[in-house]
């Protein structure tokens, strides 16, 4: 082999070897696809677009060549500095469309709580690991308090798609860790039982007039529409009416690439972020949804593969956090689209247009090959 031969091969073998191929590949179809559709939903944006995924595959290439172990020795440090840029937003924050959300950090401006996302699974992960074999309900107490702390921060600005994200992340953590079944029963009985008394008192509590505890007036609007859509079809309503009947008048195999009409004729709202799953199913129909779903899916059975076979409890409850991060990504996106989950402003993993997202969910990509390259390497 000539020289130059080698030095391409140990080229190559150095930029591919931290990489998953699975879910490399698996990344590269949602990244194409998300190509196709922005084509149509958005044309002025694609090369922005090009410009995020080149620094997402940059990102990705970086983290997955961390050992995971290292990484979480990060956890603490990135989680204390999460902390106060929270309270940094509150005291001296950014307000933008009734939210304080940002700090400016003189040459653009940056949104802390989408590094919770990452840091708080990283954090109770690094904290079980230390605690395994030792672990008590006490280490729950503090788990709780410790991912309740940021959480009441993102609320209070308010944020509730991040606080809902914020809040899996480490629940899930909770969860894998070994929370015991008594209260995960106990929280889930309590969530139904609110549930069913909003549905029986929804009349009363939804009056224009009623306050509710904690919660900003167009929050509980949101919460009020997803119940009753069809109330105020040219107020409130609409945008989630609009996103409806796209989502049904693509049928089977949909309207065609660039012929929606809720699309193109700008009734969809967010066509191009938040509500991108209503322009896929109206241009490609149930085929085109279920195409993307099938992708999801691959995704979700890599990524829980990575975490059984993932050497220490720290990584396992790390890889099995970030996997159930994109899944509720998926749900909650795909809930709020189709009208059965308020409005909470989460994006569509790996599609909806947004850099800091597509930033965020990289990271947890290039968290799951880091730990995968880990395994293997054993």
């Known amino acids: 082999m000539s020289a130059a031969r080698q030095r391409f091969a140990s080229l190559s073998d150095f930029l591919l070897r931290p990489l998953d191929p699975t879910l490399a590949l698996i990344l590269?179809?949602?990244?194409?696809?998300?190509?196709?559709?922005?084509?149509?939903?958005?044309?002025?944006?694609?090369?922005?677009?090009?410009?995020?995924?080149?620094?997402?595959?940059?990102?990705?290439?970086?983290?997955?060549?961390?050992?995971?172990?290292?990484?979480?020795?990060?956890?603490?440090?990135?989680?204390?500095?999460?902390?106060?840029?929270?309270?940094?937003?509150?005291l001296f924050g950014e307000t933008s469309k009734g939210a304080k959300r940002w700090l400016n950090l003189g040459f653009g401006r940056f949104q802390p709580s989408e590094l919770m996302k990452i840091a708080m699974p990283m954090t109770l992960a690094w904290f079980f690991q230390k605690r395994e074999g030792s672990t008590g309900w006490q280490d729950?107490?503090?788990?709780?308090?410790?991912?309740?702390?940021?959480?009441?921060?993102?609320?209070?600005?308010?944020?509730?798609?991040?606080a809902v994200l914020v809040s899996a992340a480490g629940v899930f953590v909770l969860f894998f860790a070994g929370l015991p079944w008594k209260v995960i029963g106990a929280v889930l009985v309590t969530g139904l039982l609110a549930i069913f008394i909003f549905v029986q008192n929804s009349a009363d509590w939804c009056k224009p007039e009623v306050q509710w505890p904690g919660m900003k007036q167009y929050q509980k609007e949101r919460v009020c529409t997803m119940h009753s859509p069809k109330k105020d079809l040219?107020?409130?309503?609409f945008h989630i009416n609009q996103s409806t009947i796209a989502i049904g008048s693509g049928g089977f195999s949909g309207k065609g690439w660039?012929?929606?009409t809720q699309t193109h004729l700008s009734f969809l709202p967010e066509r191009h972020t938040d509500f991108i799953f209503a322009v896929i199913a109206e241009e490609f129909g149930f085929m085109g949804a279920l195409v993307l779903l099938g992708l999801y899916l691959a995704l979700l059975i890599r990524g829980f593969i990575i975490a059984a076979t993932a050497p220490s409890l720290g990584t396992k409850l790390l890889a099995g956090a970030v996997t159930m991060i994109f899944f509720t990504y998926v749900f909650v996106n795909i809930g709020m689209v189709s009208g059965l989950l308020p409005v909470v402003g989460v994006p569509l993993p790996f599609v909806s247009?947004?850099?800091?997202?597509?930033?965020?969910?990289?990271?947890?990509i290039g968290i799951l090959m880091s730990i995968r390259h880990s395994w293997q390497d054993h």
């Open 140 to 162: 729950f107490l503090i788990a709780i308090i410790v991912l309740a702390l940021p959480v009441f921060l993102i609320v209070k600005q308010p944020d509730l798609g991040t």
């Open 258 to 260: 660039r012929e929606g």
């Open 234 to 237: 040219r107020g409130k309503g």
């Open 28 to 90: 590269c179809c949602l990244l194409a696809y998300t190509f196709v559709v922005m084509a149509s939903a958005s044309v002025g944006r694609l090369e922005s677009l090009l410009l995020h995924i080149m620094l997402a595959m940059v990102l990705i290439w970086i983290v997955a060549s961390i050992p995971p172990q290292r990484l979480l020795s990060f956890a603490p440090a990135l989680y204390i500095l999460g902390v106060v840029l929270l309270v940094g937003v509150d």
């Open 353 to 364: 247009y947004g850099g800091t997202a597509l930033v965020t969910l990289c990271l947890g």
